[in-house]
């Protein structure tokens, strides 16, 4: 148990150091997505709740701006489905 909650606070700390996402953070140490979040909000806010807050607000900015990187990450897709479907026109000389 005490191998939990220290990895909760290395999730945290890595979460608030680099503004990451629970999904960046969960590649960058190899767990599942599901880990990272129960760790955080169940473990973390016991283990270390100053680290608990700042790790909270940076939760809830994700939260709000999912919707736009959803939709960016669609723009994205479809542009580069455009451009490799596009034949490459020649400039004339």
Known sequence: MEQTKQRSVRFGEYLVEHRATVRSTA????????TVHKDLT????????KLWQQVKGILEENKSQRHLRGGLATREKYRLRREKEQPRQEQPP
């Open 27 to 34: 590649a960058v140490f190899s767990v599942s997505k599901s």
């Open 42 to 49: 169940t473990l973390l806010p016991v283990e270390n709740p």
